[in-house]
């Protein structure tokens, strides 16, 4: 209602600027047709305006308001005892170079005015159109981003929180050194909490961020300090660079003066480029578009499982080799035939020279995605997915040859209770959106045992390809049967038109500061693959029963939530 209540107002408000320009516009040619007392016809007053700043007003074509007419008398010539002198002419006048004047005749005048009339026509032709493209326009101003999250699909509010069901317990399990400084406390802040600890609001984004996890979700829906995370990691001054152990592809570790860290993804491919045919999943590069495009992904499915990302242009002389302690990282830097500056690393697979990261000349994109609370604070468990690929050129999986295989995993734990089997259906359904085949282990937070969120972690090898769509990342979905009735509600109103997700996608990642992330078809690639999954789930429903499929996860009575609103 209320964005229809603006729409309302909007068209109103345009409706008042027209009328009223309308009318000012008509007033000019009678205002200018008045001969000004005082000053003879023909007189100083009758010289023509040579300016030309205000041809830019009108279109190409279109007569100059100050130029002299066809039918004007040349310069020194006085006839013309009856020519009106153009009040707006001579208002120009003061703000034109000094040339000499022109004299205009009767004729000449009549012409003069007439040419100015018809200016002033095809200008008030000219504003009535771009009014009119403003209100055509307006509809298109509405976020359907915004709209999407207000619709009450993505107004449940999560069960109330026990303190068990909180990851840190700010009074007993953080405790701050004194003996470190507090960079992130204003100056002006004098209030402390009987610990002796800042105040919360005081304290960084990222830190906001880690007191906001709990059993149901990496972060809340509303949570102002996500927004301004995501503000931070393109902007924060970068203290120090370290090259992440472990992984097959060169990843760095970046501190930020704040004290939060995250991890960066330089960029290896251009949007353009498609993951080559003859690529095994396993040995694909790993995109930095892909991280921030997964981030913003989960975020329109209402998972919220994959800590923020966003993307970031780094200087790599200033940002990175000056600040860098890692010797290994530091030796790699060089600078190519082209004068640009590139560097390598150690990693498994692409840390090469002929595989350097260069810049241009030492600029480079890249993803930074924020830290997950230290392992010292927050253990996390490593699980193995169930539909783990071979990683093998030869070998396949169990799942890829045995149709049953799901009624397997359904009688192990802790697959055969809790919400698990359903968690990792939906992070079958985000990878296949995404195209990713990447998904052989996955982790959860330990202090909330079995029965918690998956954390949606390295995305990284995802929109590779958008012209293929892998249906076997699909096979959880397709051989257990069984998914969430949120989730299958959110994916419904997603493919409405009123919610397209390729153009909330769009939406949201226009946000970041590397805009555009995703090209075109890999927007539309979504939209496809979304069928896709909508059209799998009701082959079960239409083989097993709606009952046996769609799993109720829904407190308040589902009938109430409409998806077309």
């Known amino acids: 209602m209320m964005l229809l209540r603006r729409f309302r107002v909007l068209i109103i408000m345009v409706f008042l600027i027209a009328c009223t320009m309308h009318i000012l516009i008509d007033l000019l040619p009678r205002l200018e047709r008045r001969p000004e007392p005082g000053l003879p016809a023909g007189g100083p007053g009758a010289a023509g305006c040579p300016c030309q700043h205000r041809d830019s007003l009108l279109q190409p074509g279109l007569p100059a308001w100050g130029k002299p007419l066809a039918g004007a008398a040349p310069p020194g010539g006085g006839g013309g005892a009856d020519a009106a002198n153009k009040h707006t002419l001579r208002i120009l006048q003061d703000f034109s170079s000094d040339q000499a004047a022109t004299g205009s005749n009767r004729s000449g005048s009549q012409s003069a005015v007439k040419a100015e009339e018809a200016g002033l026509q095809a200008a008030r032709g000219l504003i009535s159109e771009r009014l009119l493209e403003a209100v055509i326009r307006a509809p298109s101003q509405f976020s359907k981003l915004t709209a999407l999250f207000k619709h009450p699909l993505y107004q449940r509010p999560i069960p109330a929180l026990t303190q068990g069901e909180i990851l840190f317990n700010i009074n007993t399990d953080i405790k701050f050194n004194p003996k470190v400084p507090r960079d992130w406390v204003n100056e002006d802040e004098e209030d402390l909490a009987a610990t002796g600890d800042p105040p919360i609001d005081s304290y960084p984004n990222w830190l906001k961020f880690h007191i906001g996890i709990n059993r149901y979700e990496l972060y809340s829906r509303h949570n102002p300090a996500i927004e301004a995370l995501l503000g931070d990691l393109p902007s924060q001054r970068i203290s120090s660079v370290a090259m992440k152990s472990g992984g097959t592809q060169l990843k760095l570790i970046m501190s930020f003066q704040n004290y939060g860290q995250a991890l960066f993804k330089p960029m290896k491919q251009t949007r353009e480029q498609e993951t080559p045919p003859d690529f095994f999943y396993f040995s694909d590069f ?139 259906i939906d992070m079958t359904i985000f990878d296949f959106l995404m195209g990713n085949m990447d998904r052989h282990h996955y982790e959860t937070f330990e202090k909330f045992g079995n029965d918690s969120f998956i954390i949606h972690l390295d995305n990284g090898r995802g929109f590779g390809k958008h012209s293929h769509d892998e249906l076997s990342i699909l096979v959880p979905l397709s051989q257990c049967c069984r998914i969430k009735e949120s989730t299958y509600r959110r994916l419904q109103l997603l493919a409405k038109e009123e919610y397209k997700l390729s153009e909330v996608m769009a939406e949201s990642l226009e946000r970041d500061k590397l805009s555009p992330i995703l090209i075109e078809p890999h927007l539309k690639a979504m939209d496809r693959r979304l069928r896709i999954v909508l059209r799998s789930v009701s082959d079960c429903v239409e083989k097993e029963g709606r009952s046996a499929v769609v799993e109720n996860d829904i407190d308040y009575n589902i009938n109430s939530v409409a998806t077309n609103r």
């Open 286 to 424: 790993e995109r930095h578009n892909s991280e921030i495009a997964a981030f913003h992904l989960d975020r329109i499915l209402d998972f919220r499982r994959v800590p923020p990302v966003a993307g970031r242009l780094v200087n790599m002389t200033r940002e990175i080799r000056d600040v860098t302690r890692d010797k290994k990282l530091w030796k790699t830097f060089f600078i190519s035939p082209a004068n640009n500056v590139c560097f390598y690393g150690e990693c498994s697979y692409y840390c090469s020279t002929e595989h350097a990261l260069c810049g241009k000349p030492d600029q480079i994109e890249g993803s930074l995605a924020a830290f997950l609370p230290d392992l010292a604070l927050a253990k996390r468990k490593t699980w193995r997915n169930p539909w783990r690929r071979s990683y093998h050129k030869r070998k396949r999986a169990e799942w890829e040859v045995d149709p049953d295989y799901c009624e397997e995993v359904k009688q192990t734990a802790p697959y055969n209770s809790g919400t698990r089997l359903l968690d990792l």
